[in-house]
């Protein structure tokens, strides 16, 4: 019997995974794969008084904004929110390699290296030091997604977004703003970035790009073709 194709989205706090690749995942997880979910803070510690409590109901509603595209929650670390360059970088890569070493995936997905928030650039740095290319490792390829309100906010000096990679969501849109629902604290009115409005706008504007009705769009940070390559299961 064939396994599972396997995707791994490592995303700094709950919620980034919604807003770039909810979508995706519905996808993926419709057409079979096992998408698992791997967060490295708890995404409200670096609010003025954040508490045990809303630690814990942010992670109540990660596991049902997880489920609602059909993926599962992996493993939620509690790294410092938004001070994940007070950790170094091996220990960040070291836990996801740690986390990933059981599921195995040969497909992952994770920040772009440019965003504004420092959280996103790290993780991207950590996710490519933890899935080198070794020879005898099972990822094929590496995506990088966009975060709304944090890489169309980035420094202009700093390279921009250029996504040479479009899935369709036009059919799983539905299920990645679900998703958001959960993450009602961090959902904001239009024009904000990430209010529902405009996080369909994006994906309008990122399918008119690619010739679909909406889609995500994705850098590629590496990819293998050997065989049959996961790009052409997506």
């Not at 595209?69 to 360059?85: C, E, I, K, S, T």
């Not at 950790?87 to 997905?109: D, G, N, R, S, Y």
């Not at 070794?134 to 590496?142: F, G, L, Q, R, T």
Request: with cysteine.
């Amino acid at each position: 019997m064939k396994s599972k194709l396997k995707a791994l989205v490592v995303a700094a706090h709950s919620d980034d995974e919604a807003l770039g690749c909810g979508g995706t995942m519905a996808r993926l997880a419709g057409q079979g794969w096992d998408v698992g979910v791997v967060f490295m803070t708890n995404g409200v510690g670096a609010r003025p008084g954040a508490t045990s409590s809303e630690a814990s109901k942010r992670h109540v509603a990660a596991e049902q904004a997880v489920k609602a595209v059909g993926a599962r929650l992996l493993q939620a670390f509690d790294f410092p929110d938004n001070a994940l360059d007070s950790v170094p970088l091996l220990k960040l890569a070291q836990a996801i390699e740690t986390a990933a070493a059981h599921f195995a995936p040969q497909l992952v997905l994770t920040h772009f290296a440019h965003d504004l928030n420092v959280d996103h650039r790290l993780v991207h740095q950590a996710v490519i030091t933890a899935f080198r290319p070794m020879p005898d490792s099972p990822v094929e390829a590496v995506l990088c997604f966009e975060v709304a309100s944090s890489t169309g906010w980035q420094s202009s000096a700093m390279p921009a977004f250029r996504p040479v990679l479009s899935i369709d969501i036009t059919g799983t849109l539905p299920a990645k703003l679900a998703a958001l629902q959960y993450y009602d604290v961090e959902m904001r009115s239009p024009p904000h970035p990430r209010s529902p409005e405009m996080i369909e706008a994006l994906a309008r504007v990122r399918g008119s790009q690619a010739g679909l009705a909406m889609a995500e769009a994705f850098e590629i940070q590496r990819v293998n073709v050997s065989g049959t390559s996961v790009l052409g299961n997506l």
